[in-house]
């Protein structure tokens, strides 16, 4: 994934030179500039201006510079990892002579009996592992190069030895061959020499001083004996004809020395290809022997990816810009225009990044070539007929208006079928269950669907969630209908409303998905709608003991929506204080159209008091329901969306009119008996 991202990497690199360390984070700690010329007593007292104690804080403007100055130190000098350290005893953080990392209580150790301090072994450790043979060991197991034998090696210096090695003669027309000629120059060996001196003569009083400083974590000491200009540490010029090195040279070329040997994940799987080194890529990639998962057991090689050592180095650096984003959230970065914020409008495709902060890794990426601007615009079609009343108290067909970007499309579907869950970069989010407000049912039903609803939201394709949208926001629907309390319902009657809404929208997001004015659905409910509507006028226009033809409901749809119809009005009947959703549970429970009609039998028993007689709409769909034998049964998906719909239509079993009484149930809620 990472190789894939180097591209675009590359062209803010060459645009920006800084991009990486400028974004790199220091962590906490007393962060302290020390001039290597100068003995501890004869910098003393400039020690207020050459040290900064950083936090997670913001760091403080008015020493901005001095704070870039130890940014780009400490990012050139971190180790890769700690199983990486240069440090055998790994008490020591850093990676090259003229830095010192350790954590505030190695530090301050007591001293030991002896009156030497732990800080003194540590230090003789470290230094010796920075010598340049030390080094140039590193530098030959990378390429795989044989050792000298003792006899050959001691006829010649150290020097010269590695000077002529096979390792400097590989990389003596690379980029990387100033940084080999500086190993060995004889002022890095002066250098550290110096640095050895400075630590026997000033390391105690150091130590002293520093305890009387209030910080956490580190203590992060770097050299320099000079003030010049803050430059590029990642630029690394050759130095073709002078004995000389600045101090951002040796920094940036100890980055290299140290970097490069530590690069790949092991050594084991390098190969020269070309004249050029590949490996395994050490960033994001485990693979060892205690990991194999990954590793070809049936190819000649086993590595799952090599990189050449450029493209490694551009890995660890794209990875290190990755993991100064944003933690917890899929980052979106355009092939050309997130990285190099380059205005220039092109077609582009883009990344998708998750970055897990626990770990600070990548938890997963897509590749997505296609333009990373999503557009949509659905119009919410009123399916169901909701009414609803202005300020006058007149009633209206309600308007949904229409969803123009994906911002809203999305606060849309968080609102109607997740209680407001799915916001944000919601693709690795878990929520948690809440009795009467999320239930664990919805819970499942979001994490089966996020993907699907994370590809039409950020990608703009609908192919995964097309196929299990409608499944899914009926469940939700449903589940909010028996088990969820909205917020903002009026307890004395029994308020779909909201959830009349939900399938408006439902319907209307289906229909675009199929790239139809309305779905297969959405034409039959209108059909139901109006041939049922039809019928109970052809009952109201009749005279008494008019001799016509009988009207009857003719297929499964009209049975189930007139049973929706009868189920609302006889549950809005109750006289229970608190008339929720759950009062419905009963006809959710069957799974027959037999079992149904006997919940809705029972409920008419049970209410029978509050209704006249001569109700010739409810006496006639009372008889319809319990005379037709539908051919679908009602747990089929079909027949619970009929009857959820008729719930949710505005019942034609109550009469909106001027004397309409104020608790009233009706039109979902609204007037009165007809």
């Known amino acids: 994934m990472l190789k894939d991202l180097t591209n675009s990497y590359l062209l803010a690199k060459n645009d920006f030179p800084n991009i990486t360390f400028l974004r790199h984070q220091p962590k906490e700690g007393l962060y302290i500039r020390l001039r290597l010329d100068q003995s501890w007593n004869e910098q003393v007292s400039q020690f207020d201006s050459e040290h900064m104690i950083i936090t997670k804080e913001e760091p403080d403007l008015s020493r901005k510079e001095l704070f870039e100055w130890f940014q780009q130190k400490d990012y050139v000098s971190s180790l890769i990892s700690m199983n990486k350290a240069v440090d055998p005893g790994k008490q020591l953080h850093s990676n090259n002579p003229y830095t010192l990392y350790a954590k505030r209580d190695v530090f301050l150790a007591?001293?030991?009996?002896d009156g030497t301090t732990g800080m003194s072994t540590h230090l003789a450790r470290f230094l010796d592992k920075t010598q340049a043979s030390e080094v140039q060991k590193k530098w030959d197991e990378l390429i795989?190069?044989?050792?000298?034998?003792?006899?050959?090696?001691?006829?010649?210096?150290?020097?010269?030895?590695?000077?002529?090695?096979?390792?400097?003669?590989?990389?003596?027309?690379?980029?990387?061959?100033?940084?080999l000629e500086y190993l060995v120059s004889e002022e890095r060996r002066t250098r550290i020499a110096q640095i050895e001196q400075w630590y026997a003569t000033n390391l105690s009083a150091l130590i002293e001083h520093i305890r009387t400083i209030p910080f956490k974590n580190y203590v992060k000491i770097f050299f320099t004996s000079e003030s010049t200009p803050l430059h590029s540490s990642m630029d690394h010029p050759s130095n073709e004809s002078s004995s000389f090195y600045s101090w951002d040279e040796m920094y940036g070329y100890e980055y290299l020395l140290y970097t490069i040997p530590k690069i790949f994940n092991s050594n084991d799987y390098n190969q020269r290809v070309d004249g050029a080194l590949t490996g395994l890529p050490g960033f994001n990639m485990s693979m060892n022997s205690k990991k194999p998962y990954l590793e070809h057991k049936t190819m000649r090689v086993g590595a799952p990816i090599r990189l050449s050592l450029e493209e490694a180095l551009l890995v660890k650096e794209a990875?290190?810009?990755?993991?100064?984003?944003?933690?917890?959230?899929?980052?979106k970065f355009g092939y050309h225009t997130d990285f190099s914020k380059n205005s220039e409008k092109i077609a582009e495709g883009y990344f998708l990044v998750y970055m897990e902060g626990k770990d600070n890794e990548v938890q997963d990426f897509e590749n997505?070539?296609?333009?990373?601007?999503?557009?949509?615009?659905?119009?919410?079609?009123?399916?169901l007929g909701v009414m609803t009343k202005n300020n006058d108290g007149e009633a209206f067909v309600k308007d949904y208006g229409s969803l123009e970007n994906v911002e809203?499309?999305?606060?849309?579907?968080?609102?109607?079928?997740?209680?407001?869950r799915m916001n944000g970069d919601f693709l690795q989010d878990e929520p948690k269950a809440r009795e009467k407000d999320f239930t664990s049912v919805m819970v499942a039903?979001?994490?089966?669907?996020?993907?699907?609803?994370?590809?039409?939201?950020?990608?703009?394709?609908?192919?995964?969630?097309?196929?299990?949208?409608?499944?899914?926001?009926?469940?939700?629907?449903?589940?909010?209908?028996?088990?969820?309390?909205?917020?903002?319902?009026?307890?004395?009657?029994?308020?779909?409303?909201?959830?009349?809404?939900?399938?408006?929208?439902?319907?209307?997001?289906?229909?675009?998905?199929?790239?139809?004015?309305?779905?297969?659905?959405g034409n039959r409910l209108i059909a139901v709608s109006n041939g049922l509507k039809d019928k109970l006028e052809t009952l109201e226009k009749r005279k008494p003991k008019e001799n016509t033809d009988p009207v009857y409901v003719e297929t499964d749809d009209e049975f189930y929506y007139l049973a929706g119809q009868l189920a609302f009005y006889l549950k809005s009947q109750s006289e229970a204080q608190q008339k929720k959703g759950d009062l419905l549970g009963p006809f959710f429970m069957a799974?027959?159209?037999?079992?149904?009609?006997?919940?809705?039998?029972?409920?008419?028993?049970?209410?029978?008091?509050?209704?006249?007689?001569?109700?010739?709409?409810?006496?006639?769909?009372?008889?319809?329901?319990?005379?037709?034998?539908?051919?679908?049964?009602?747990?089929?998906?079909?027949?619970?969306?009929?009857?959820?719909?008729?719930?949710?239509?505005?019942?034609?079993?109550?009469?909106?009119?001027?004397?309409?009484?104020?608790?009233?149930?009706?039109?979902?809620?609204?007037?009165?008996?007809?």
Do not use: C
Not at 642 to 660: R, T, V, Y
């Open 110 to 113: 007591e001293p030991l009996a």
């Open 445 to 521: 039903l979001f994490m089966q669907s996020k993907k699907g609803f994370y590809d039409w939201i950020f990608k703009g394709t609908t192919a995964t969630i097309r196929s299990q949208f409608a499944r899914v926001t009926l469940r939700l629907i449903e589940e909010q209908l028996l088990r969820v309390e909205p917020a903002g319902q009026e307890k004395s009657r029994l308020d779909l409303r909201g959830l009349a809404d939900a399938m408006n929208v439902r319907l209307s997001l289906m229909a675009y998905l199929e790239g139809e004015e309305y779905t297969a659905m």
């Open 408 to 420: 809203q499309l999305q606060k849309e579907i968080s609102k109607r079928f997740f209680r407001g």
């Open 591 to 674: 799974k027959r159209s037999a079992q149904l009609k006997k919940r809705i039998e029972e409920a008419y028993h049970l209410h029978r008091h509050k209704m006249r007689l001569h109700h010739t709409k409810l006496n006639w769909a009372l008889g319809q329901v319990y005379g037709y034998q539908p051919d679908k049964e009602f747990q089929h998906e079909d027949a619970r969306e009929m009857f959820l719909a008729g719930l949710f239509s505005d019942n034609w079993f109550w009469k909106k009119g001027e004397s309409e009484k104020p608790n009233s149930e009706g039109e979902n809620g609204y007037g009165e008996e007809n």
């Open 319 to 331: 990875s290190e810009w990755l993991l100064s984003q944003p933690k917890f959230r899929m980052n």
């Open 144 to 179: 795989g190069a044989k050792k000298t034998s003792s006899k050959k090696a001691s006829k010649k210096s150290s020097t010269e030895t590695i000077f002529t090695s096979p390792t400097q003669q590989f990389f003596s027309d690379t980029d990387y061959a100033p940084a």
């Open 368 to 383: 997505v070539p296609f333009s990373k601007k999503v557009h949509v615009n659905i119009r919410l079609k009123n399916v």
